[in-house]
């Protein structure tokens, strides 16, 4: 199964980003353009669907995925970093000058 951790970087725009706005969640984005960005909104701006599915905490921030790609990266490790550059048009990292990245490595079967 797979599971996401953050790197400290991550840890550290997670902590302001909740500082400023409060308790959040993570959904990683399926978008073309978007599709290594995990999205950031507050709890409860964002609907979770039945579809989606939750794999992970990080920051205290629950992290879903939708249950399509849960199929298709279910063996996956995702790691949540930080780079340099703006965040998805509706994650609260944008704006900052530095947004979240997923990478992912092959978990053993």
Same mark, same amino acid.
């Given at each position: ?29 399926? $978008?073309?353009?978007? $599709? ?16 989606? #599915?939750? =794999?992970?905490? =990080? $920051? ?21 970093? #930080?780079?340099? $550059? ?24």
């Amino acid at each position: 199964m797979s599971t996401v951790t953050a790197t400290p970087e991550a840890l550290d725009l997670i902590a302001d980003i909740t500082a400023d706005h409060g308790p959040v969640l993570f959904h990683q984005s399926g $978008g073309c353009c978007d $599709g290594s960005s995990p999205m950031c909104y507050p709890q409860g701006d964002f609907k979770v669907s039945d579809r989606d #599915v939750m =794999i992970g905490e =990080i $920051g205290g921030a629950p992290f879903y995925i939708s249950a399509s790609q849960y199929e298709t990266w279910k063996h996956t490790d995702l790691v949540i970093d #930080v780079v340099p $550059g703006r965040g998805g048009m509706f994650s609260l990292d944008n704006g900052r000058e530095k947004r979240f990245l997923t990478r992912s490595e092959v978990c053993g079967i």
